[in-house]
């Protein structure tokens, strides 16, 4: 994408928002290479929070991310807005003086699917998927306040199905399935002076080892 066409697209959208009054544009510092965008453009709200990221790379788009706000546990989420070829979301966690607290990557899959089953029709059934889950996948990373390394997590990039076993106020039976994390590979734990302290070994969902160290 053209730096004038991104810039037409994002100044209309800026000012929408500004006419609601709830949003502002500004753009970031040397935020120009010959005379096209590259770095890293910020939308804001009025409490100054960044909602919207766009990267740009030579007047081309290459990159976004949506920031939402806890402030119930006053952390920063950022997720990219478009997945990736192999159906992956990046997503990164701050701490509200802007140090990471996590750092991962989710997958797409399935969410709940409800089966009813009817015996009527000697077994027939009918699905439906009530919502898409997002799943981890891959290596995830949490820290302390202080930047150093929390944890370690590994997951695999396919899902595990749970399913449960209902029947209604009418004696219909039914089945809710779910999706979840495959934990797999090494999963390391430190103190926040950056001792490791734990270690686990899970193999497709399964634990396989665990090894606590005592202090020295």
Known sequence: MHIKYGFVVMMCFAIACSACGSRHFLFENNAYKNKLADGSYFLYNDS??????????????????????????????????????????????????????????????????VTYVDSVSRGDSISYSAILNKIETGTWKTYYKNGQLKNTENYAQYYLEYNTYHSDTSGNFYIIQTTLPTKNGKFEYYTEDGRLYKYEIWENGYLIETRVFKDN
């Open 48 to 113: 100054g929070e960044i909602y919207w990221e766009t990267i740009y790379k030579n007047g081309t788009i290459i990159k976004e991310y949506e920031y939402c706000q806890n402030y119930k546990y006053s952390l920063i989420l950022k997720y990219a807005v478009d997945y990736d070829t192999l159906g992956m979301q990046e997503y990164f966690c701050y701490f509200k003086n802007g140090v990471l607290f996590q750092e991962g990557n989710y997958k797409k899959c399935p969410g709940i699917i």
